[in-house]
């Protein structure tokens, strides 16, 4: 043995200390994971132990404290996708094969009757928590709260995130994707960041925090940081995510192979802007010439083949505004053809990237042990397309009408960088049969029915199996903590918590003919409005996601229906004249639960709500009308950044010219399908405004910087007079005017979901082609000080 040198009795002490530590440690293990009180969180550490003895080889260690998740309790995998009804996946009997889904399916359960909310931060929250969407202060989207409670947007501390639960049960966890649940003036560098993903229960997260992305050019947090995006220009954000969760997955094992892993995956797709890679749409040439109402009969008849809806099901009447296929122009169907395509090859594309993520946990041999809920939408299929689809989807928040001999143009692009694209809303009906209606219309189940597979080979016997039973998101946080043997937690934090609404379906999971525990649920998202209650459904439509004003008053009950869904899967035969009683018992019931879950008022503004000032909801920028920033400051997005829409401005930037010369993005706000941006191009300063992506306004000098330090001052004289006006721009350079060009018209809502402001650089696609975007737009120069006022 060798001993460096130390004396023999020192290393013979030595040795005996640690025999005694070890047999001590052996003889007073931690107390069993099934002892601990797992219903306040974190679980408290024993009392620490007084020692009066001086030498510590003369005293035994207590035990190490350590909190571990239940024996065997399995890894966690919720998959989320984005905006995919209940026509759409094969596993359902829609058109598009998908293998991983089907493989899941194969071997574990089909839940036919499960809902979400019909919107995207409204269902996120719930699904994570246990709660309705109202509980939750998500009453809408983020970037559409308001002052009200229960549409505040910010998740309060009472509603603890299961993510948090299993953390603090010994979990390692992970979210990748989608996020779309801060408030979105909390999206900032000075947060507060309380309801950022690794505030609510995640050690790692790596995604983006808007309702949608570009999934060409995304923005990206890993954490709390800002990503630089690759030079590859084959990138795409669905192969990047899926890339960092097998990485994760593997990692986290090797680490701790005995400690288990939620996570929780959730794509951007199929959201707009629906971006696939070429070959992947290449194989949906030509199936979809059969249009949106030949699609929804063959769909209807494979489901009712395959027992996803019962035999005797008809389709519900499609919404009159969608028109029937047969009457559409040559044009129009070739243009709505290629939409399709491009989605299916979306959501095709995004289930092979999903099966990837999944062979990692069977790469390191923990398939087996996984309990997989793969939810395929957190609503139905989009209509925001509107009745002919988008180029641009920024076009919808904008209120402009693109038009098919326009988009005719772009259809060999469709999909690609150049486009941002949705489709027509006709395809949304199709692909969210039997059902009449869609995403934003929590009153029809094409809004909120949604299949859900659950998979988990050790834990659940049955295979290839239905689930008939009414459930709801708000019942996966519940199923997943009795799946791994956790009770709900009452304290989290310090915080006594709301217990949760939703209903655990473990009891499901081996007796498919389980009455149904979970019998009683509202609807509710902007006026549009409906109550389950034991197989009755009551409801009305208030507004369809196109239409700009509400169909009638939130007083006004006289367009309420009735529907006994036991009998009636589709909601196809209204019954509200011949059951009036019944009617008038769940509308009843509907305000019971609103006033309960915190749904009351209804605030039925949709557009109106992106004017925050009118909303109630908190500006970052507290009334400022200016702004001082400088080089580095990035990744702004509008709601934390001076609203620029509709008036006046005026931009001063203190540069300092390298002897090279300068070139390079100067501020950009916005980026390829709308936007602004100050630059220096090859020596020369110029103010390009990009309206929507389809028109490009250049006022620019043709004299060079000179080196040295120079100001640079640009003024925007706003028309007046309403909205998306135009209006006269002039360039300074050291207070002498180099240039001067009018600006037509300008974006009246927003520049984009997720392109940012940024000094020094342009992030995500670019508002100046010729500038670029990413590295290839940082200014050469220095940006000491750059403000932003408006007027």
Request: aromatic share 10%; hydrophobic share 40%; with cysteine.
């Amino acid at each position: 043995m060798l001993s460096f040198g130390l004396p023999r009795n020192l290393i013979a002490r030595s040795a005996a200390a640690l025999a005694l530590s070890l047999a001590a440690a052996a003889q007073a293990a931690p107390p069993a994971a099934g002892k601990l009180d797992r219903t306040v969180l974190p679980i408290a550490e024993p009392k620490r132990t007084v020692f009066k003895e001086i030498d510590a080889r003369k005293v035994k260690a207590p035990p190490r404290f350590q909190v571990k998740a239940p024996a065997g309790a399995p890894n966690v995998v919720i998959v989320l996708i984005d905006d995919m009804g209940f026509g759409v996946p094969g596993s359902f009997g829609g058109p598009v094969p998908m293998p991983t889904l089907d493989k899941l399916a194969q071997n574990g359960l089909r839940y036919n009757n499960f809902h979400t909310t019909a919107l995207c931060s409204p269902t996120r929250a719930a699904l994570k928590s246990g709660r309705n969407h109202h509980t939750l202060n998500m009453g809408f989207i983020t970037e559409m709260a308001t002052g009200m409670p229960g549409n505040t947007g910010q998740i309060p501390d009472s509603t603890a995130p299961l993510a948090e639960m299993l953390r603090l049960n010994g979990y390692s966890t992970a979210a990748f994707g989608k996020w779309h649940e801060t408030a979105s003036w909390e999206i900032s560098v000075s947060g507060p960041f309380d309801r950022w993903p690794t505030r609510q229960g995640f050690d790692k997260f790596y995604g983006f925090f808007g309702g949608e992305t570009n999934q060409w050019a995304p923005l990206i947090y890993d954490g709390v940081t800002l990503v630089e995006l690759p030079d590859d220009p084959t990138y795409h954000f669905m192969t990047d995510m899926t890339e960092k969760a097998r990485a994760w997955i593997k990692h986290q094992k090797a680490m701790t192979p005995d400690k288990p892993a939620f996570m929780y995956f959730a794509p951007g797709a199929t959201h707009a802007p629906h971006h696939v890679p070429k070959e992947w749409i290449a194989r949906w040439k030509g199936k979809f010439d059969m249009g949106w109402d030949k699609l929804r009969e063959e769909t209807l008849a494979r489901q009712i083949k395959m027992g996803i809806v019962p035999p005797g099901t008809r389709l519900a009447p499609k919404p009159p505004a969608i028109k029937d296929w047969d009457k559409l122009s040559a044009d129009e169907k070739r243009l709505f053809t290629r939409q399709a395509e491009v989605f299916a090859a979306f959501a095709e594309y995004t289930d092979f990237e999903i099966g990837r993520m999944l062979k990692a946990f069977e790469e390191v041999g923990e398939a087996d042990n996984t309990l997989v809920i793969y939810v395929a939408g957190d609503n139905g299929t989009s209509g925001e397309g509107g009745q002919n689809g988008m180029f641009s989807e920024m076009t919808y928040f904008n209120g402009v009408q693109e038009k098919v001999e326009d988009m005719l143009k772009l259809i060999d692009k469709w999909g690609g960088p150049e486009t941002y694209p949705h489709m027509a809303a006709g395809w949304a009906v199709a692909l969210d049969a039997p059902f009449g209606w869609m995403k934003q219309v929590p009153s029809d189940f094409g809004g909120t029915r949604n299949g859900m597979v659950v998979h988990w080979p050790k834990g659940i016997k049955a295979k290839n199996e239905i689930r008939t039973q009414f459930s709801h998101v708000i019942d996966v946080a519940p199923t997943v903590l009795q799946a791994i043997g956790l009770p709900e937690p009452k304290v989290v934090n310090g915080v006594k918590q709301i217990p949760m609404a939703g209903t655990s379906l473990v009891y499901s999971f081996e007796d498919a003919k389980a009455k149904e525990r979970h019998t009683t649920q509202y609807f509710e998202v902007a006026g549009n409005r409906a109550i389950y209650h034991d197989g009755w459904f009551a409801r009305t439509i208030h507004k369809a996601p196109w239409e700009t004003k509400p169909r009638r008053t939130l007083q006004d009950n006289s367009a309420w229906q009735l529907y006994d869904v036991r009998l009636d899967f589709s909601l196809a035969n209204d019954l509200a004249s011949k059951n009036p009683k019944k009617l008038a018992e769940m509308q009843a019931l509907f305000l019971k639960e609103a006033g309960k879950y915190g749904v009351l008022p209804i605030d039925d503004r949709v557009f109106e709500r992106m004017d925050g000032a009118a909303v109630g909801r908190p500006d970052l920028m507290g009334g400022r009308t200016s702004i001082t920033l400088s080089e580095g400051m990035i990744g702004m997005m509008e709601a934390v950044f001076p609203n620029v829409k509709n008036r006046s401005k005026t931009i001063t930037a203190e540069i300092e010219v390298p002897a090279s010369g300068g070139n390079g993005t100067l501020i950009a706000q916005g980026g390829r399908f709308g936007g602004w941006s100050m630059y220096v191009k090859d020596g020369m300063p110029g103010y390009d405004y990009n309206f929507l992506g389809l028109q490009r306004t250049s006022i620019a000098s043709s004299k060079k910087l000179g080196p040295g330090k120079a100001e640079l001052r640009f003024e925007f004289d706003y028309d007046g007079g309403g909205p998306a006006k135009g209006g006269q721009g002039k360039l300074f350079v050291n207070g002498e005017k180099v240039a001067e060009g009018r600006i037509p018209a300008t974006q009246p809502g927003i520049f984009s979901a997720d392109e940012t402001a940024d000094v020094g650089i342009d992030l995500g696609t670019p508002v100046v082609e010729a500038i670029g975007a990413e590295a290839k737009s940082r200014f050469t120069g220095r940006i000491p000080k750059l403000t932003v006022q408006v007027r």
